[in-house]
């Protein structure tokens, strides 16, 4: 079947832009997470979603980042006035109960 | 600070060598282990993990087992391929099961 996609692939743009990274995950997987993986940090957690719950924002770096989970689905990572420190590979993986997590391919967000 | 840790890279090896990538982690309890992969120009990949105490993952030839004597999960691979190259990712698992992962580690192998 499908496996979690991410979009757009590339995004490029100026320092104090705003930024919208959106995430599909796989069909009935209840748990989303979003991971960055950049060369001065390597891949860290930022934020996970499960079910209705609260999502667990332990590892979003700023108040300038935030993220929905729209119906228990799609989920979009929102990051105000852009830093060059932002720049990196944005991941999202998605879980159904216990399984393994499933990587999407990434976001590159190149901040100039 | 981060509670995988995992061998510096670059690896080289030459085709048929046998591989070790080491891991060890600081954990309460007994967490799950796992090795990612992210191939050149590929999204990161599950390779193998292991859930409890003992347990041997192994995929592709390559194989980890999870000890809680030492708190390490070795990548091991008896005879690596060109296509092994990648960077490998040891991760281990927390109480809402996010990933921790270690720095990666690249491994190069030429024929």
């Known amino acids: 079947g499908a496996g979690v996609s991410q979009s757009p692939s590339n995004k490029v743009t100026e320092k104090g832009k705003d930024v919208e990274l959106r995430c599909d995950p796989i069909s009935g997987h209840t748990a989303l997470y979003w991971y960055r993986q950049s060369l001065g940090q390597g891949l860290e957690f930022l934020i996970y979603f499960q079910g209705n719950s609260a999502p667990d924002k332990s590892g979003l770096p700023s108040d300038r980042f935030s993220a929905e989970r729209t119906g228990g689905s799609v989920s979009t990572l929102t990051i105000q006035r852009t830093q060059q420190e932002d720049s990196a590979v944005y991941l999202c993986?998605?879980?159904?109960?216990?399984?393994?997590?499933?990587f999407g391919p990434g976001t590159r967000l190149t901040v100039l | 600070g981060n509670s995988v840790t995992q061998m510096e890279g670059p690896v080289t090896l030459s085709e048929e060598a046998f591989l070790t990538i080491n891991c060890t982690y600081t954990?309460?309890?007994?967490?799950?282990l796992f090795w990612y992969v992210q191939y050149p120009g590929e999204g990161l990949q599950l390779l193998l993990k292991a859930t409890k105490a003992d347990d041997k993952g192994s995929n592709k030839g390559f194989e980890a087992t999870y000890r809680k004597e030492t708190t390490s999960f070795h990548l091991e691979k008896g005879s690596v391929q060109v296509s092994d190259s990648a960077v490998y990712f040891c991760a281990r698992g927390d109480d809402t099961d996010k990933l921790i992962f270690g720095t990666g580690t690249r491994l190069q192998v030429f024929p």
């Open positions: 993986a998605s879980r159904r109960s216990t399984d393994t997590q499933y």
């Open positions: 954990a309460t309890g007994y967490p799950s």
